[in-house]
């Protein structure tokens, strides 16, 4: 049998024992404190310290139209075209995206698509559903043809580099814009599906089926040169040019990281290559 326990080691057993509840008491009052500020403190607006691409956009691109490569292009377009034209619009669509015309400013507009909602474009004089590797054109038509954001798509750039050459007149030329496929948004495209990209356009704001399958087979400077060059036209410009990320538009960090790259690759010649979008000219030789 063991020693009997002194008075005072049963009071120090009482004296932990209560300091064991008291702190009990005292953690279970401060997990309901915290749970009650939990329900009734307002939740911090989330990333609360970021910038919308609204407000980078206007800091970094206070000038929207110097840097929007569709009005680098058509300004490019308007000093080629002239009255007296018959011109082709290549890969025309339904006209929704648009926001320019040369119809009225020229003889006759004319443009052709594989989407039937080409017939009833409002910016032309007359559409036509037709295939671009096939044009249902006589030889040497057309004054001057023009493509906006149409040979990414082109999976047979031989084809359609002879059909450009055939309906276009001697002297007549091709203008077009098309992304760069060095550009990091083009390789991230070629790397991903087609719904991955049905998703950035949600995200920029265009409807999901504005998305079709890209193949890049005829957007560099070498093979833009070499395809034309094959069927006999005369290369006049092809430059590149870096505008504001649109394409980084679905979250402020992305666009900020846009406007880094835009801000260097536009810093120095050398880095051209890595622009996003070519703009180029070629011209069929004229007769002798």
Known sequence: MGRPRRASD?????????????????????RQVNARDIRTAPLPAARSWLPTVASLRSRFYPDVVGRDPVAAFVR???????????????????????HYSLKGRVRQLVGVDLDPRVRSNPLLDAGLGADIYALPFRDNSFDLIFSIYVLEHVDRPSALAGEVARVLRPGGRCIFLTPNVYHYVTLLSRLTPTGFHRWINEKRGR??????PTCYRLNSRGALTREFGRVGMRKVAIDAIEVQPNYLTFHPLAYAAGVVFERIVNATSALSSLRVNLIGTFEKPRCR
């Open 207 to 212: 409807a999901a089926d504005d998305t079709f």
């Open 10 to 30: 049963r009071r120090s057993d009482h004296r932990r024992a209560h300091r064991a509840q008291s702190a009990a008491r005292r953690n279970r009052r401060r």
């Open 76 to 98: 490019r377009l308007e000093r080629a075209v002239k009255p007296c034209d018959r011109v082709l619009d290549l890969g025309a669509g339904a006209g929704e995206l648009n």
